[in-house]
């Protein structure tokens, strides 16, 4: 979607790396969320924001944190990369009118 | 949020309309139906929303049963890029609190 940027797109990183991955939204959505995706579980909330600096757990939160210090930004930070977390990410908004939009997601590998 | 079933998958011949049922038997009063798309290797798309009236929009209608159990997404003229996994999903706040359940979803095959 053009109102979700998501970066990087791939990214192969080792174990025990830190990562940081990035998402962008340009429509001022208040809601934005963290998801990823695994053969055979469907999309999994990792964390989501209602809010700058208002942050909440997801069901797979282990292992990862976020920081929301502006609107357009939200940004999903594993600290110590493990291959359990080779996933593709998807981040998201949330509007009441027209329920979630995603972005185009980043396929993380960790080796 | 109530659970859905769906078919696993569904084949429809390009042109031709594409009419995918959900069952959601114990939804409650304030609940919503929700439609998702997700085309391979992309993120999921909105579709179509709707609580007891039947909804249209420039992607598909949605018919929802008088007594809410069931409903029915319809792809009026199915093309091969509608070929995705279809998710029926049931929630009261639309997912604000990003608690959707996509589960397995409906995989539409369109064919020429």
């Known amino acids: 979607d053009a109102g979700i940027t998501q970066s990087p797109r791939h990214k192969v990183t080792e174990t025990g790396t830190p990562v940081t991955l990035r998402c962008h939204q340009t429509?001022?959505?208040?809601?934005m969320y963290w998801y990823r995706q695994d053969p055979g579980h469907g999309l999994r909330l990792i964390h989501y924001?209602?809010?700058?600096?208002?942050?909440d757990k997801g069901e797979v939160s282990d292992g990862y944190s976020v920081s929301r210090s502006k609107t357009e930004d939200f940004l999903l930070t594993l600290e110590s990369a493990t291959s359990s977390q080779t996933s593709v990410y998807f981040c998201?908004?949330?509007?009441?009118?027209?329920?979630?939009?995603f972005g185009s997601g980043t396929r993380l590998t960790v080796v | 949020d109530a659970k859905t079933t769906q078919p696993t998958s569904m084949d429809c011949a390009e042109g031709r309309a594409a009419n995918l049922p959900c069952n959601h038997s114990?939804?409650?009063?304030?609940?919503?139906v929700y439609w998702y798309r997700q085309i391979h290797s992309q993120g999921p798309q909105y579709i179509i929303h709707?609580?007891?009236n039947n909804e249209t929009n420039e992607m598909a209608s949605l018919i929802i049963t008088e007594d809410r159990k069931s409903s029915t997404l319809i792809l009026p003229h199915a093309t091969l890029r509608d070929t995705a996994v279809y998710y029926c999903?049931?929630?009261?706040?639309?997912?604000?609190?990003?608690?959707?359940?996509f589960g397995k979803g409906t995989k539409l095959s369109v064919k020429p």
């Open positions: 998201a908004t949330y509007r009441q009118s027209s329920g979630y939009t």
């Open positions: 429509e001022n959505h208040r809601y």
């Open positions: 924001s209602y809010g700058v600096k208002d942050t």
């Open positions: 114990t939804i409650s009063g304030n609940e919503y």
């Open positions: 709707g609580l007891k």
């Open positions: 999903i049931v929630t009261a706040d639309g997912g604000s609190q990003g608690n959707l359940i």
